[in-house]
């Protein structure tokens, strides 16, 4: 089996979390990912003996070269290594990649068929374009952070909209590539955490640009609603069931669901106050919340599962990670791997969300550690021979 | 302006949320996506004329904005001369995309080994709930898969119930997993020639929405599967802090630094009161610290604050809601917000517009979604290459209308 990116080399660098997952997605379908680390940056301490899982994920499948790129000679060699690459991944600051010369301008001269793809904070337009790379920020210009909990409850930052940008940024360097293999152009992707969770927040958002200015119906959608005033009682709602587990019901057509529901938990299904669609979400919709919310407190979380499942219902239990740490069907489709570590033994990692039938992505190193490549990929990549290397070493310009 | 996915035509058979919205991605780079639908209601996502149980303006734009840059054919697909159709096509055809359960798709004569025997060259996508593998086949909705990734019960204070991230927040993730899935198949493609099967799965995508936190749990920090306090966190200067307004998101190092100035902003010197003067004092008082800040910020307006922030170069957001970033100039200096044309108001509207820029092949928005088999015809000649007659039979059998 072939991967779907063999032929593509990618110079990650990154310093968050986020942009360098973006990296790692690229790795696991086969791009050569070479992770650049600035050795005048790291004061590296004493070698950590715990597992650095953090690293084992977001730089998985990469080649890692150290270089001291505040001196002349560590810019230039990263120079030399753009000008060889494919594509850039970075979430530095503009200003930032500037001082290096690694501005687009300046590496589109040397290297115009570069995809330079870049996580900005708010996007590369506008007055907030040179903000820090700072998901807080962007979720909290969102507009979702004071509406998802309930009323009365802090604001919630979810720390999804990054993982967003990691995964669009992807999509952007592919597009860009495959524009690139019918042209030989290069281009400069961006996408940012702003516009990342703004698209997280894809369906209140758009409504919100729908719904009239002057409309009552827009102060619901501006504040917190509370699980005992969900507007449909059996789709979006939550539930404590018996053990303190909770359930959640997605079941908007209530009129097909209701005559297996009600008799599970505990209501005559030809109760009066509750016998319409009309009843249940309007009417009466406040007094089924109520009985709902007794009801489902008969029986804990594993009745209910096996309820839901038997009855094909879309509910399910709410869970904390033992479970999907756990799931079989988890594991059968490789979302989480266990593997033998070297240092570490017995673990489990993220697995691959994307499944290929023909390049499926795979796992073929961890976490490479500092400049552990750095004399393989000066001499393969950028053609020095082993003296030179051994002087660049010497000078500290390479570890 | 060239388009990075022109010549690249997709069938777009999908429902709901998850499929139209990876597909809306390939739309908006230049791909020719068209939608099959069934001739009686097509997408069920049509329907949605409500959110919340409230109706949201004029339009339909729960369908309209996902379904954008699309065509639509409508076949039925139940007869046999439906199903030619849809082969015919299919030959045609660089992508098959559908969120409907393989099983389905297998009854339907649709299955991979089937489309990709007509059409080698074939990306055949499914966005499954819970995986092309093993043996569950339960219904799949955002919110109640969202439930078994453990992302929602960590979220919010302490024995407050579990957070849904919003509406089509898991699908929307899944639909730009399976969009990455696709590009890299075409990319792929275009070396070998040949196509192949993938899936990005409801499950599968969300488990990576938390994937700091699962990966941290999987390494044996377990207190990352429960819910935190914002009074608890490791680090005060990094906390989101009430006004008498809006709240405020502070997001600064733990550095005495960044402290100076955070004090020197709040027109209080905390770090003289004792126990706050160092990195780690400040981490071991974290508790006492974030009720002394929040003592100062209740003080002031969020505008007060933000300004003296700024005046202070301390790195905040104002916590803004929805009304603020639909005005937000930076969203639509971006285009993450943009016009256009609505056929069914006939006017122009609001659009969630394209999170991801490509400065020589940009996306773009040329039309909101399509009316039920408004292009079938024109597809049934054109691309398919149907005779006249031809045509007004597949009518009389009902396998188009």
């Known amino acids: 089996m072939s991967a779907a990116l063999d032929d593509v080399i990618v110079l990650d660098l990154t310093d968050s979390y986020f942009a360098a997952l973006s990296a790692a997605f690229l790795a696991d379908f086969g791009a050569k990912v070479i992770r650049v680390e600035r ?33 002349e000679r560590g810019r230039e060699l990263l120079c030399e290594m753009v000008a060889r690459s494919d594509v850039l991944v970075t979430d530095w600051l503009n200003a930032d990649l500037a001082v290096l010369d690694l501005d687009y301008q300046s590496v589109s001269k040397s290297n115009p068929g570069l995809i330079f793809a870049r996580i900005s904070g708010f996007g590369p337009e506008g007055p907030d374009k040179d903000l820090p790379v700072i998901d807080e920020l962007a979720a909290a210009r969102t507009g979702m952070m004071p509406i998802i909990q309930q ?58 640009l729908a719904i009239n200015e002057d409309d009552p119906q827009r102060d619901r959608l501006l504040n917190p609603i509370s699980r005992l005033d969900v507007s449909n009682p059996i789709s979006g709602s939550l539930y404590p069931s018996a053990d303190g587990r909770w359930v959640t019901l997605t079941m908007p057509d209530t009129d097909r669901w209701w005559p297996l529901l009600a008799p599970a938990v505990g209501i005559d299904v030809d109760d009066e106050r509750f016998d319409s669609h009309e009843k249940r979400c309007v009417t009466n919709r406040l007094a089924l919340i109520e009985e709902l919310e007794a009801g489902f407190q008969k029986h804990p979380g594993s009745h209910w599962r096996q309820l839901f499942s038997e009855q094909h219902m879309s509910a399910d239990v709410i869970e904390q990670f033992d479970f999907p740490a756990d799931d079989p069907q988890v594991k059968v489709n490789r979302y989480i791997l266990e593997l033998d570590h070297p240092s570490h033994g017995n673990i489990k990692t993220l697995g691959f969300p994307i499944y290929m039938s023909e390049s499926p992505a795979r796992l073929e190193s961890l976490a490479p550690c500092v400049g552990q490549h750095t004399e393989k990929v000066l001499h393969e990549l950028l053609g020095y021979p082993e003296d030179a290397i051994y002087q660049l070493t010497a000078e500290g310009i390479i570890a | 302006m060239a388009k990075a996915l022109e010549g690249i035509r997709v069938i777009d058979f999908t429902v709901w949320f998850q499929g139209p919205v990876s597909a809306q991605h390939l739309a908006d780079f230049g791909a020719e996506v068209i939608k099959v ?38 076949i039925d697909l139940k007869k046999p001369e439906g199903q030619e159709i849809l082969y015919r096509m299919v030959e045609k055809s660089d992508v098959f995309l559908s969120n409907l359960s393989p099983a389905l798709l297998d009854k339907m004569n649709l299955s991979y080994e089937k489309l990709s025997q007509i059409n080698p060259r074939l990306i055949y996508a499914t966005n499954t709930g819970y995986g092309r593998f093993g043996d569950v086949t339960k219904p799949s909705f955002d919110m109640t898969v969202q439930a078994l990734t453990g992302i929602m019960a960590r979220l919010g204070e302490p024995g407050q119930p579990p957070i849904y991230l919003g509406m089509g927040s898991g699908d929307a993730y899944g639909g730009i997993m399976s969009a990455l899935g696709i590009v890299m198949a075409i990319y792929q493609r275009n070396k070998t020639g040949r196509g192949q099967s993938l899936d990005a799965s409801l499950y599968g995508s969300q488990l990576f929405l938390a994937a700091p936190h699962l990966q941290a749990y999987l390494a044996g920090n377990k207190d990352s599967a429960l819910q935190q306090s914002r009074r608890e966190v490791e680090n005060p200067l990094w906390n989101i802090y009430p006004t008498n307004g809006k709240w405020i998101y502070l997001c600064e190092e733990n550095t005495d630094e960044r402290f100076a100035a955070l004090c020197c902003a709040l027109g209080e010197d905390l770090a003289t009161q004792g126990h706050f003067g160092s990195t780690e004092s400040r981490k071991e008082n974290n508790i006492e610290l974030i009720t002394a800040i929040e003592a100062l910020t209740l003080q002031k307006s969020d505008a007060e604050l933000l300004s003296s922030f700024a005046a202070n170069s301390i790195v905040s957001s104002p916590v803004n809601n929805l009304a603020d970033v639909i005005k937000d100039e930076q969203a639509w200096q971006n285009n993450y917000f943009m016009k256009a044309y609505c056929e069914e108001v006939k006017r122009e509207v609001d659009v969630r517009g394209l ?15 399509p009316q039920l088999g408004q292009d079938t015809e024109l597809l049934m000649m054109d691309l398919l290459e149907y005779e006249w007659d031809e045509i007004e039979e597949l009518k009389a059998v009902g396998a188009i209308p």
Not at chain 1, 41 to 68: C, F, M
Not at chain 1, 158 to 167: E, Q, Y
Not at chain 2, 355 to 369: A, D, M, Q
């Open chain 1, 39 to 71: 050795i005048a940056a790291t004061n590296e301490g004493p070698e950590e003996r715990a597992w650095n899982y953090e690293a084992d994920l977001i730089h998985r499948n990469k080649q890692s070269v150290a270089l001291d790129c505040s001196t």
């Open chain 1, 151 to 208: 009323p009365g409850q802090p604001p919630v930052y979810t720390g999804a909209g990054k993982m967003h940008a990691a995964v669009m940024l992807g999509f952007g360097v592919v597009t860009a590539l495959i524009h690139r293999q019918a042209t030989g152009e290069g281009q400069e992707v961006d996408t940012s955490l702003f516009a990342a969770n703004m698209y997280g927040a894809s369906l209140d958002l758009q409504a919100f």
């Open chain 2, 37 to 74: 639908e069934n001739p009686k209601g097509g997408d069920q996502g049509r329907g949605v004329r409500s959110m919340k149980a409230l109706p949201m303006g004029d339009w339909n734009q729960y369908f309209l904005v996902i379904n954008r840059n699309k065509k639509s054919i409508a």
């Open chain 2, 355 to 369: 999170p991801v820029t490509l400065s020589k092949t940009p996306g773009e928005i040329n039309t909101l979604g």
